[in-house]
């Protein structure tokens, strides 16, 4: 069975913007990533946001959803009930609702690991006591 790869905020932006810190560090795990990656609009949405500046940047990403090297295979409206709770949860931290749909696919999806920057994602349980799979640049 193939891992499936949830995408997170952080490594879609670093892939687009050669002047971020961690763009090697994506380019590099999106030349290992068979895809689809998969995601949720809460995400597209705020890269859109971050690389508002960057030329052609929120293109690129429909590019990305177009060629369909990312899918969005959640539903919102089908999962607001868990990801409320979810957001419930930890609104200490405080999730995102990102973070939060992120964290329902991982559920959702057994063979799933988050490629993510966030640290919270070491915090976030999967049904509640089970720790969600993650890459990331940071080490342990």
Request: contains cysteine.
């Amino acid at each position: 069975m193939k891992e499936v790869v949830l995408l997170d905020t952080g490594p879609l932006v670093a892939f687009l913007n050669r002047a971020d810190r961690f763009h090697e560090w994506a380019k590099a795990q999106w030349e290992r990533i068979r895809p689809p990656m998969l995601t949720c609009e809460a995400v597209l949405a705020e890269a859109c946001f971050l690389i508002r500046k960057l030329p052609g940047g929120s293109q690129a990403i429909i590019e990305l959803l177009n060629r369909g090297v990312i899918q969005i295979p959640f539903k919102l409206e089908e999962e607001a009930v868990s990801v409320g709770k979810l957001l419930g949860r930890y609104a200490d931290v405080p999730m995102s609702l990102a973070d939060a749909c992120l964290v329902r696919m991982a559920e959702r999806h057994a063979n799933s690991h988050v490629l993510t920057l966030d640290w919270d994602f070491r915090i976030y349980r999967m049904h509640r006591r089970h720790i969600i799979p993650i890459t990331t640049p940071h080490k342990a």
